[in-house]
């Protein structure tokens, strides 16, 4: 095999890459070494700032395929036809920690996922959770400093995190489920994923359905106890990486089915709980599952950095016949996502090999940061013009509809949707055997004995409170591990 040239970055071969050039050998290091200079500039700035949330990660290429028809919900043209498949791209991480944390943490878990369609890339950015903590975006930059550190003392709160909670009662149903052996699932390959939000479908008769995504793992679901994921903190940072990679390699591609569940909009004014609340699931005997398809996962980016740690996804990168709801967390996110690839991988993040539609990109973006003019070369950067060939097609129009109400307000996210404990309540004591039951008690009360501090009796309390409102026995059972005496007010609190 031919070898290759040494170069900088601008092509010069060279040969002097392991000394440093000086006056003597015991001298000091001259200016004018340029390779030095590029080495270590380049060096300095080999990491971007990491993602405020889920900055812990894995990804992974694949492929999706069509295997049930649902053309009847959507226009999309990757749903167009049975067997229809294509290439994909996924990203799981943990939440709250930095990039060093460990895998096994207790935390939800990013599932995040891009289709590379002939329509444009459509990015599905979901939780292994099909509820979230909050309702309203407005909340959500305070909820994730409750996960992060204290200001002084740069340390993981329990104190911080209850409080959050026990003001919050929406939180309770994820609270519930991040707290049980799902905080803790065995790597990525064995939890389910789900696009969160309710999102709308749109048929070709301009009919519009609205719609949850899931991800049903065919590896089986697998967690660790709070105990065993502790231990393998310890032991292997990087088990879910380790995990996935090793699994991909060996040819052991892991699978899901992908499934929507469909609510029209006569039964969404109907619905015993705004439908478009991430804070509650649709009942699966109310509105089945339906079976759409199954992504498989079968190669390892070549290069971590440039694939995974630069990949961006955003609710906002829709495709015609996808689109999204009145859920307030959602239409925050529309915003939010790509507002921070912009920040933090830069405005041209689209035309990075990871995130590039491989189709076709046309528009009148130009210029900016790490600018790749392939593309677009000398074209016109405005329309309408007399020189170029796109032209805007009507067939992808936005889908109109009337609105309830033109009266504008903030209004209170809990108003007429207050029911927190509920669905809580049935996660409990219906979808929960005995073992999982007896795991959330002891995981609540582990992490609830953190609680400290002056105000530490009164987050207790309060928290209690919503246990005891969504089961009493949750209730009772962490207060009695608590070693907290209920009293009669504690207990009316609770109705």
Known sequence: MDSKKLTLSNGTPYFEHQDSQTVGPRGPVLLQDFVLQENLAHFVRERIPERIVHAKGSGAYGTFTVTHDISKYTKAKLFSKVGNSCRMFARFSTVGGEKGSADTARDPRGFALKFYTEDGNWDLVGNNTPVFFIKDAKKFPDFIHTQKRLPKTNLKSATMMWDFWSLNPESLHQVLILMSDRGTPYGFRHMHGFGSHTFSMINEQNERVWVKFHFKTKQGVKNFTDEEAVKMAGENPD???????????????????????????????????????????????????IEVGEMELNEVPVNYFAHVEQSTFSPSSLINGISFSPDKMLQGRLFSYPDAHRYRVGVNAHQLEVNRCPFAVNNYQRDGYMADSSQYQDKPNYHPNSFDDITPDPSYKNYEYELDSAHVANYNRNENDSDHYTQPGLLYSKAMNAEDREHLINNIVESMKGISGPKGEEIINRQLCHFFRANIELGMRVASQLNVNIDANMMNHSK
């Not at 879910?240 to 089915?257: M, R, V, Y």
């Not at 499934?259 to 609340?277: G, L, S």
Request: net charge negative.
């Open 239 to 289: 088990f879910a990486q380790e995990d996935l990679c090793h699994s991909i390699e060996n040819g052991d591609f892991p699978k899901w089915t992908m499934y929507i569940q469909v609510m029209t909009e006569d039964q969404a004014k109907d619905f015993r709980w705004n439908p478009f609340d991430v804070t509650k699931v649709w009942f699966h005997d109310d509105f089945p599952l």
